[in-house]
């Protein structure tokens, strides 16, 4: 399996704040990458796909990067509605796998 | 509008059998993979299994293989999740997920609302 490791784990910020979460892969899977949020008590909801590809509504303070093994999520500016729960994925194999998660936490 | 609609939230004792469901409105849910996802309390994203519903093919997660069964029947747009021997670790929320191919790369969008199942002596 391929292994995704988030840092940091968790991550208190302000609003307004920029902040920038890792993701990283036990081997190249080029840019197969997708971010997910997720809020307590919601279904995950699809914010980046191909790692750098905004999806459709998705507000553009939300940004990814990264290629091989490397990448990154950032958020531009903290909206108290981003306080949430993250999570990369890889799709090189389909035998799909997640990051741990980092929970982004009001400071 | 695109819509997974998963069944409702189910209590049962460990070795009673279950299955749960998914289904699909607003596309053509043949064309589509299915992915099912386990969320277990207070914790992360583990892919569990997926299936092709144009064909019923099925690729599991080497930690689920042998203890789940995804089935779906494209006929009426609904996917399954299903379990012959319930333990109390199966206990969590599972979600079932579109796969859509963008860029040339799978991801999961939407997602349905979820389906808590507790096994509970």
């Known amino acids: 399996d391929i292994q995704m490791t988030q840092s940091p784990s968790s991550l208190s910020a302000s609003v307004g704040d920029r902040v920038t979460i890792t993701c990283r892969a036990s081997q190249s899977i080029s840019r197969y990458l997708n971010w997910y949020q997720q809020k307590p008590g919601k279904a995950p909801k699809l914010l980046i796909y191909?790692?750098?590809s905004l999806q459709s509504g998705v507000p553009s303070r939300f940004s990814g990067s990264g290629s091989g093994t490397d990448f990154t999520l950032t958020i531009s500016s903290l909206q108290p509605e981003d306080f949430a729960t993250y999570y990369c994925q890889q799709s090189y194999s389909t035998l799909y796998t997640f990051g741990q998660g980092t929970k982004l936490e009001i400071k | 509008e695109v819509q997974l609609v998963q069944s409702g939230a189910e209590v049962k004792k460990p070795g009673e059998s279950l299955r749960i469901s998914c289904k699909g409105s607003g596309y053509r849910f043949s064309s589509y993979w299915i992915s099912w996802v386990r969320q277990m309390p207070g914790k992360g994203l583990e892919w569990v299994g997926r299936?092709?519903?144009?064909?019923?093919?099925?690729s599991y997660s080497p930690s689920f293989q042998g203890h789940v069964t995804i089935s779906a029947d494209k006929s009426i747009s609904t996917a399954y999740l299903q379990w012959s021997s319930l333990k109390a670790s199966d206990t969590a929320m599972y979600y079932c997920a579109r796969v859509i191919v963008a860029a040339g790369i799978n991801s999961f969008d939407p997602w349905g609302q979820g389906t808590l199942v507790t096994v509970s002596s």
């Open positions: 299936i092709d519903p144009s064909d019923s093919y099925t």
């Open positions: 191909a790692a750098s």
